[in-house]
């Protein structure tokens, strides 16, 4: 079992930056890759950026490639998302989720946190 607490949401404006963090407990999770997601209201939940357990491995969506950093600190048990440039289209609840597999497909992962609001004024 795997729990996951993101955290580092907040309102900011247009070109501003945030970094959430993704803290996780329980046994093994340095062997997990781990996933960002975001749902905006009306919206289906897509794909932001992966890590593998080894951070050797990272990818983005497009719409934020060149934006947003993923990283991870295995000793501390947790994934980072460094979010600059930010645009009123990036506004959406922020979700991290772990699986052994690294994988872009939401529907593949096992655990899931509670999510974190970030809303980027224009």
């Known amino acids: 079992q795997v729990q996951l607490v993101e955290s580092g949401g907040g309102l900011v404006q247009t070109g501003g930056s945030l970094r959430l963090s993704c803290a996780a407990s329980?046994?093994?999770?340095?062997?997990?890759?781990v996933g960002w997601f975001r749902q905006a209201p009306g919206k289906e939940r897509e794909f932001v950026a992966h890590i593998s357990w080894s951070g050797g491995t990272t990818y983005y969506a497009d719409s934020v490639k060149g934006r947003f950093t993923i990283s991870r600190d295995n000793a501390k048990n947790t994934v980072y998302l460094q979010m600059n440039s930010l645009k009123p289209e990036d506004t959406a609840v922020y979700y991290c989720?772990?699986?052994?597999?690294?994988?872009?497909?939401?529907?593949?992962?096992?655990?899931w946190g509670q999510g974190t609001q970030v809303t980027v004024s224009s």
């Open positions: 329980g046994r093994s999770f340095s062997s997990y890759a």
């Open positions: 989720a772990a699986d052994p597999d690294l994988t872009t497909l939401s529907r593949l992962y096992d655990y």
